[in-house]
């Protein structure tokens, strides 16, 4: 498969290069093995791995995390990126942590103090008992499928049921999820990053275990959190 890092929209199909410029000290990626793959589509192609690499992002990839597809761990070894044997061992090595389908109760369990989770969310698979320990661990979290184009509908699903041809699911996630995983990459802090990303603002749905989702805490009947009162400092 070829793979060009090319901005495209959905709406249009001129390319235009996608920059990188880095204006802090990157921190670790961990990408997690998901549990319910889409054939053959990737969330983090090796290119992609690559340009972060080459960019200084220290990346490390959960082992068979490319197994639905021909792509292998030594695929993403070659471009730079650490193999790890599993989602422990992510968990000491990695800030932020990315998985296309959501963290199971018992990786929750597992996660450090402190660190960033990036996934899909499905509301209805949520509980009291995973905000808990979300709250507990001073968790932020973020959940890509919450955010929606000029539409209104959830750009994540948008991608995924627009096109049957893998590749061109696999391009165009990766120029959606990129500049969210860069604005927590190489912002000075998480809170600069949600001010200054309008997406992460969206998506995030724990803020260092603070809760900040309405439709998940009237969901759960649980206090929450205005993330724009956190952040913006309103009153």
């Given at each position: 498969m070829e793979f060009?890092?090319?901005?495209?929209?959905?709406?249009?199909?001129?390319?235009?290069?996608?920059?990188?410029?880095?204006?802090?000290?990157?921190?670790?990626?961990?990408?997690?093995?998901g549990d319910r793959p889409i054939p053959d589509?990737?969330?983090?192609?090796?290119?992609?791995?690559?340009?972060?690499?080459e960019r200084g992002v220290k990346v490390f990839v959960q082992r068979g995390y490319a197994d639905h597809t021909s792509m292998t761990d030594m695929d993403y070894a070659n471009v730079g990126a650490d193999i790890v044997d599993d989602f422990v061992a992510l968990t000491q090595l990695a800030k932020i942590l990315v998985k296309f389908s959501?963290?199971?109760?018992?990786?929750?369990q597992m996660l450090q103090n402190g660190q960033i989770?990036?996934?899909r969310v499905l509301p209805s698979e949520l509980d009291v008992q995973y905000i808990n320990v979300l709250a507990k661990k001073k968790i932020s979290a973020v959940a890509i499928n919450f955010i929606k184009g000029k539409d209104g509908w959830s750009v994540l699903d948008n991608i995924l049921m627009s096109s049957t041809n893998a590749e061109i699911m696999t391009q165009r996630l990766a120029h959606f999820i990129l500049p969210l995983?860069?604005?927590?990459?190489?912002?000075?802090?998480?809170?600069?990053?949600?001010?200054?990303?309008?997406?992460?603002?969206?998506?995030?749905?724990?803020?260092?275990?603070?809760?900040?989702?309405?439709?998940?805490a009237t969901q759960l009947d649980v206090m929450w959190k205005d993330i724009l009162s956190i952040c913006f400092d309103l009153n």
């Open positions: 060009a890092l090319h901005y495209l929209p959905e709406e249009h199909t001129k390319e235009q290069t996608f920059f990188y410029e880095i204006n802090h000290h990157p921190t670790c990626l961990g990408l997690v093995k589509v990737l969330l983090f192609h090796p290119q992609v791995v690559k340009a972060l690499v959501p963290f199971t109760d018992i990786e929750t989770i990036v996934s995983i860069e604005s927590l990459l190489f912002s000075n802090n998480l809170r600069y990053g949600v001010q200054t990303n309008p997406a992460l603002l969206e998506s995030m749905y724990c803020y260092r275990g603070t809760l900040c989702n309405k439709m998940i």
